[in-house]
């Protein structure tokens, strides 16, 4: 119990540590590594290719921490979001449990519509979640909500994911996403209130919205230390983030690479 204690610790602060970069792969369906051992995984770097901000027209290319804990497929920390099944049928079937995963913001720096504005800060979700798995597919839903105190909001996913090639030596899975963000969220991240509006920026309130997105992870192992991974998502915003005075692009890509030590 004390080594899981440690593990789940250890993966939580990763989470908020790095939410400005993962929060950005948040879209890409977790990618597993077998293994036969009560604690598994991977830790590694890679090269991110994003928006300078989600709805921004300029790109930038940064590092990114490729990291993949699992303890007895009950805690775990997948690329992005850290979490624990609470109850499950097996390898196969349904399985409840609680997640946080991290939401990237942005500074006024990060683009011309931004300028002058406060920034809006990263968070970290954090709620329930449900999943069913079957083979080599998995659905995925969950409901959460701010738990650092920025947009103060909630949000919901269902992530449907099928494992398209498995081998000894590859794995390829897609995924297909519908995000969902209330009112709160998404006057944080993409509204203008009346005091940061300008002649050529005006005040905006958006609704709630939902986003929709299509990912691929691959993973290749190289050999019994080593894997090699890459990424990719394309999201499309929802209307009401759309027509955001600061939003400059209606769409978006990640993508990402990099190399990993297995454990």
């Known amino acids: 119990m004390k080594r899981l204690i440690t593990v789940a610790g250890l993966?939580?602060?990763?989470?908020?540590?790095?939410?400005?970069?993962?929060g950005d792969v948040s879209d890409v369906p977790a990618t597993h590594v077998k293994s036969e051992k009560e604690l598994s995984g991977f830790l590694g770097l890679g090269a991110l290719w994003r928006p300078e901000y989600i709805g921004g027209d300029t790109?930038?290319?940064?590092?990114?921490?490729?990291?993949?804990?699992?303890?007895?497929?009950?805690?775990?920390?997948?690329?992005?979001?850290?979490?624990?099944?609470?109850?499950?049928?097996?390898q196969e079937g349904f399985r409840i449990g609680a997640v946080a995963q991290p939401r990237r913001g942005w500074r006024r720096n990060d683009g011309?519509?931004?300028?002058g504005m406060d920034t809006r800060g990263d968070s970290v979700e954090a709620g329930v979640n449900l999943a069913w798995r079957y083979d080599r597919f998995e659905a995925e839903g969950a409901y959460l909500t701010d738990v650092s105190d920025e947009s103060d909001g909630d949000s919901a996913y269902i992530k449907l994911r099928y494992t398209l090639m498995q081998s000894p030596k590859w794995n390829l899975a897609g995924q297909l996403g519908f995000e969902y963000l209330d009112d709160d969220v998404t006057d944080y991240y993409f509204g203008v209130p009346a005091d940061e509006a300008t002649p050529i920026r005006p005040a905006y309130s958006p609704d709630e919205e939902w986003n929709t997105s299509v990912s691929l992870v691959a993973t290749y192992i190289i050999n019994p230390s080593w894997l090699a991974m890459g990424g990719f998502s394309y999201t499309v915003l929802g209307d009401e983030l759309q027509d955001s005075p600061i939003v400059e692009e209606d769409d978006?890509?990640?993508?990402f690479a990099g190399v990993a030590w297995r454990f």
């Open 252 to 255: 978006y890509a990640n993508v």
């Open 59 to 90: 790109t930038e290319t940064k590092p990114v921490p490729l990291i993949s804990v699992d303890y007895r497929d009950i805690v775990y920390f997948k690329l992005n979001r850290l979490g624990v099944w609470v109850w499950k049928q097996g």
């Open 112 to 115: 011309n519509r931004l300028s």
């Open 11 to 22: 993966m939580f602060a990763s989470t908020a540590a790095v939410a400005g970069s993962l």
